[in-house]
């Protein structure tokens, strides 16, 4: 029916045969909506309706046939749902909120690539979105300094996972081994654009450069979750 919402056009014998069937099961429905008049005196369903060109053959076929060959199919799996069997998307008060957030401090004596530290020390407990549910693999860290701005913005809080490596183009959040024995571990946080057997190749937004680091001075690449996928849509 969806085609005939633009005005007019040229419809086949077999479009009229199965829009005279639609009418005829769910015609009282439409007219309840819109006036009965507006169905029953409708021309679409007339039998003469006009066959489009080098279709002439689909007239031959009576409403029966057609009646049947729908009957027989198989019932759709398509069903519109109501607005009750959607789902909902939790309140923010719904979700647990015990995600870990480790503590950032910027600069300090970390050295070589490393733009903040990771001081080891959980600062705080972040909400817990749908999707990471029972994760534990999960932590949350606030970002320093604007090198991935507009990306993220000082302070913004990322959420990192570790059991799924990085694909080219996911943001990372890099640690660095630690030195001299110290619990202090530098870190940064930028765009994965692959990695060599000694290098991890890397992008940054602002200012806009690649920089290369060497696989030997890295403790860990964390994988930088989007929103959508925590959320789980």
């Known amino acids: 029916m969806s085609k005939l919402v633009n005005g007019p056009r040229v419809i086949s014998a077999n479009e009229a045969v199965r829009i005279r069937i639609w009418l005829a099961q769910y015609g009282k429905e439409v007219g309840d909506g819109i006036g009965n008049d507006a169905v029953t005196n409708t021309s679409v369903g007339s039998p003469t309706g006009t066959v489009a060109p080098g279709r002439q053959d689909d007239a ?3 409403p029966s046939s057609h009646q049947a060959d729908i009957e027989d199919r198989p019932p759709s799996n398509a069903r519109m749902a109501r607005p009750e069997q959607m789902p909902r998307m939790p309140l923010r008060t719904e979700m647990a909120r015990d995600v870990p957030i480790m503590g950032t401090v910027l600069g300090g004596s970390v050295g070589g690539d ?22 534990k693999d999960v932590f949350a860290a606030y970002v320093q300094g604007t090198s991935m701005s507009p990306w993220r ?15 080219v183009n996911d943001y990372v959040l890099v640690e660095f081994k630690p030195t001299n024995g110290d619990e202090v571990r530098g870190a940064l946080v930028k765009q994965y654009k692959g990695a060599t057997s000694t290098k991890y190749k890397l992008y940054q ?16 690449v964390y994988r930088v979750m989007d929103w959508d996928e925590l959320l789980g849509v």
């Open 153 to 167: 913005e000082p302070g913004k809080l990322i959420y990192v996972e570790s059991a799924r490596p990085p694909a």
């Open 205 to 220: 937004h602002n200012p806009a450069k690649a920089i290369e680091i060497d696989r030997r001075d890295v403790l860990r």
């Open 114 to 135: 490393a733009e903040f530290q990771l001081n080891g020390q959980i600062v705080d407990y972040a909400r817990r979105p749908p999707r990471i549910a029972g994760r």
């Open 60 to 62: 031959s076929s009576s």
